[in-house]
């Protein structure tokens, strides 16, 4: 896992990605028994830990990246049920038999697949339920295969869910989503400037009263791991 893709765009992360609706939230709190304990890995700044924890459920968030670690602290502060560990997908720091549900959003493909599976058998107790989860943009796309590879890879019989997630962004938050994004070119790299300027153009043919609407679709894979 490389641990340092998104260290400098945290803070767009914060402002600029979707969260999740909350009938997802809703479906994915309902998985798990009474009273579980949850272990949400590659938590990054929180957007999905969170809102995870407006349940109350005891959470233990990982985040390997120093900088989106930095957010992380920040969107939990008020959320006493929360503890967050610097660890990976692969080797969270967790103990053993600790967690009933693992979650990963937006993460996923980042994993490595076959260590995250043992580490997952690892911290949790019998049978532990693993949820990923990730926002998927309208049509075709790279970042649509990437995900849909990775959960292929993880999951035998997943049962997957599929949820309404439509955002709306200003010109300034469009530009930022883009720069949360790893692998984008920062305002210091070469291509920043056309980068951006495609960007603009976009803004301008689609957008609607200074708004463009992206119609994300929220899909959510869930299975017990022996």
Same mark, same amino acid.
């Given at each position: 896992?490389?641990?340092?893709?998104?260290?400098?765009?945290?803070?767009?992360?914060?402002?600029?990605?979707?969260?999740?609706?909350?009938?997802?939230?809703?479906?994915?709190?309902?998985?798990?028994?009474?009273?579980?304990?949850?272990?949400?890995?590659?938590?990054?700044?929180?957007?999905?830990?969170?809102?995870?924890?407006? =349940?109350? !459920?005891?959470?233990?968030? &990982?985040?390997? *990246?120093?900088?989106?670690?930095?957010?992380?602290?920040?969107? $939990?502060? #008020?959320?006493?049920?929360?503890?967050?560990?610097?660890?990976?997908?692969?080797?969270?720091?967790?103990?053993?038999?600790?967690?009933?549900?693992?979650?990963?959003?937006?993460?996923?493909?980042?994993?490595?697949?076959?260590?995250?599976?043992?580490?997952?058998?690892?911290?949790?107790?019998?049978?532990?339920?693993?949820?990923?989860?990730?926002?998927?943009?309208?049509?075709?796309?790279?970042?649509?295969?990437?995900?849909?590879?990775?959960?292929?890879?993880? =999951?035998? !019989?997943?049962?997957?869910? &599929?949820?309404? *997630?439509?955002?709306?962004?200003?010109?300034?938050?469009?530009? $930022?989503? #883009?720069?949360?994004?790893?692998?984008?070119?920062?305002?210091?790299?070469?291509?920043?400037?056309?980068?951006?300027?495609?960007?603009?153009?976009?803004?301008?043919?689609?957008?609607?009263?200074?708004?463009?609407?992206?119609?994300?679709?929220?899909?959510?894979?869930?299975?017990?791991?022996?």
């Amino acid at each position: 896992m490389n641990t340092e893709a998104f260290t400098g765009r945290a803070y767009a992360y914060v402002k600029a990605r979707p969260g999740y609706p909350d009938e997802a939230m809703e479906y994915i709190y309902k998985l798990a028994p009474m009273g579980a304990v949850f272990a949400d890995i590659g938590a990054g700044t929180g957007k999905f830990t969170e809102l995870l924890a407006l =349940y109350g !459920n005891e959470i233990f968030a &990982v985040e390997p *990246n120093a900088d989106m670690r930095g957010q992380l602290v920040i969107a $939990l502060s #008020h959320f006493p049920n929360t503890k967050i560990f610097d660890g990976t997908a692969e080797a969270t720091k967790l103990p053993d038999n600790s967690v009933d549900v693992i979650t990963c959003a937006q993460a996923l493909n980042k994993f490595d697949l076959d260590m995250f599976r043992m580490e997952c058998q690892r911290i949790g107790k019998s049978n532990p339920i693993v949820v990923s989860l990730y926002n998927q943009t309208p049509g075709k796309n790279e970042s649509a295969s990437r995900y849909n590879k990775s959960t292929g890879s993880f =999951y035998r !019989n997943p049962e997957v869910r &599929v949820f309404s *997630n439509p955002v709306y962004f200003t010109r300034d938050n469009w530009l $930022l989503y #883009h720069t949360s994004m790893s692998g984008v070119p920062m305002e210091s790299d070469a291509g920043y400037e056309k980068y951006t300027a495609e960007l603009n153009a976009i803004f301008e043919r689609d957008s609607v009263n200074g708004f463009l609407r992206l119609d994300f679709t929220t899909k959510v894979y869930s299975e017990q791991i022996g």
